[in-house]
């Protein structure tokens, strides 16, 4: 079935990331957050918790990012280069539930590597304040935000790698995430603009992730809450994007010539 298959793939992705040792980054985050604790405490009061959600969430984002491109960049061009993709096609899998495979598991190692460094940040911020306060819960919030933009990335450098080498993909999907957390301010930018310069900056602000949406770090640190509104369209927004770059992605292995 192919249901089976794809979990098939995507378990094997999983199994090789974490022969890959990606999965001990965590462990060296989890200490590296919480030996660095007692610096919060020289913090003023009431300040020291903004800091540490501020930079606890922001590591997760850049650990969790550096993992998505630098592992997915290799998802397709790692078994073209060792043969073993004419070994999988050959058998009755079809390439799109390859490509399907490879994203769902590289994106249960992703969930895996979040979950620690979640444990890990949580434990650091439970040293401090001694007690999680009510609002905390918003973190939950942005945590779900931050594994949605992982999932966007996936499909984005799987699209890349569908088609280039290693190292383009890898410039690619790191300019597709630093600029789109500039998305928002693009288009404010592209009203100062007149003619094609504003539609160019327009279409960029629109073709790039909206990962400035998701990015709610800054609020849960203050404490603010995240409404259910803000939830539903960053799931939709992150599930169709995901679904344009994977057809896309799929569309173009499809067609390729792998000989």
């Known amino acids: 079935m192919t249901t089976s298959r794809i979990g098939h793939i995507a378990y094997n992705t999983f199994r090789e990331a974490v022969r890959d040792r990606v999965l001990y980054n965590l462990i060296f985050f989890a200490l590296l957050l919480l ?31 550096l993992i998505s491109i630098f592992i997915g960049i290799g998802l397709v061009s790692k078994e073209i280069d060792k043969k073993t993709l004419y070994t999988v096609l050959s058998r009755p899998v079809r390439r799109w539930e390859f490509i399907l495979g490879k ?8 969930l895996v ?8 940040f949580l434990a650091a911020l439970l040293y401090i304040a001694h007690g999680f306060q009510r609002s905390d819960v918003q973190l939950l919030g942005a945590l779900y935000f931050i594994m949605l933009q992982f999932m966007v ?5 799987l699209l890349f ?5 290693p190292m383009l993909s890898a410039l690619f999907a790191f300019g597709y995430f630093v600029i789109g957390n500039f998305a928002e301010e693009l288009r404010g930018a592209a009203n100062l603009l007149d003619g094609v310069s504003r539609a160019i900056v327009l279409g960029i602000s629109y073709l790039v992730p909206n990962f400035t ?3 709610v770090i800054s609020q849960v640190a203050h404490s603010e809450g995240i409404t259910g509104a803000l939830l539903l ?3 939709l927004y992150a599930i169709f994007y995901s679904a344009a770059a994977l057809s896309a992605a799929i569309l173009i292995f499809e067609n390729r010539d792998l000989k």
């Open 35 to 65: 030996a660095s604790t007692p610096l919060f405490g020289k913090i003023s009061i009431g300040l020291e918790r903004i800091v540490l959600v501020n930079l606890g969430l922001t590591a997760v984002t850049i650990f969790g990012m």
């Open 161 to 165: 790698s569908s088609f280039s080498s």
């Open 213 to 215: 949406a998701m990015n």
């Open 233 to 235: 369209q960053n799931s």
């Open 113 to 120: 590597n979040t979950f620690f460094m979640a444990v890990g």
């Open 153 to 157: 990335i996936i499909a984005i450098t």
């Open 103 to 110: 994203y769902f598991g590289l994106g249960l190692t992703l």
